[in-house]
Nanobody, 124 residues
Framework: QLELVESGGGLVQPGGSLILSCEAS????????IGWFRQAPGKEREGVAC????????DYADSVKGRFTISRDKANERVYLQMNSLQPEDTAVYYC?????????????????WGQGTQVTVSS
């Protein structure tokens, strides 16, 4: 059973940056495709970014393209989400998810394993 742990959330001012991290508590995320998702109060969970297991391919939601970057560090067995130019509408709980999938997926249905989430609040 893969248990994912997110970290790096917090309070940031509009225009600021945060780096979220995703790792597995007992196993390794290295063999899995990883997706980052977010859920704002009263809204459905939405895909933000995803990366292939090899790390060569990635995809982003239109709302974050050019501002967010997903990457993976095989040596440290982590996947990161660099978030720049944050806006209040980016406020949400951010989750990482993992599964053995070959194609890039931003759909929640594609992932079996989920972390507990980390809160990101963008406010002045």
């Amino acid at each position: 059973q893969l248990e994912l742990v997110e970290s790096g959330g917090g309070l940031v001012q509009p225009g600021g940056s945060l780096i979220l991290s995703c790792e597995a508590s007992r196993l390794s995320v290295n063999d899995y495709a990883i997706g980052w998702f977010r859920q704002a109060p009263g809204k459905e969970r939405e895909g933000v970014a995803c990366i292939s297991s090899f790390g060569r391919d990635s995809d982003y939601a239109d709302s974050v393209k050019g501002r967010f970057t997903i990457s993976r560090d095989k040596a440290n067995e982590r996947v990161y989400l660099q978030m720049n130019s944050l806006q209040p509408e980016d406020t949400a709980v951010y989750y990482c998810a993992a599964d053995f999938i070959e194609r890039l997926e931003l759909s929640t249905d594609a992932y079996e394993y989920w972390g507990q989430g980390t809160q990101v609040t963008v406010s002045s």
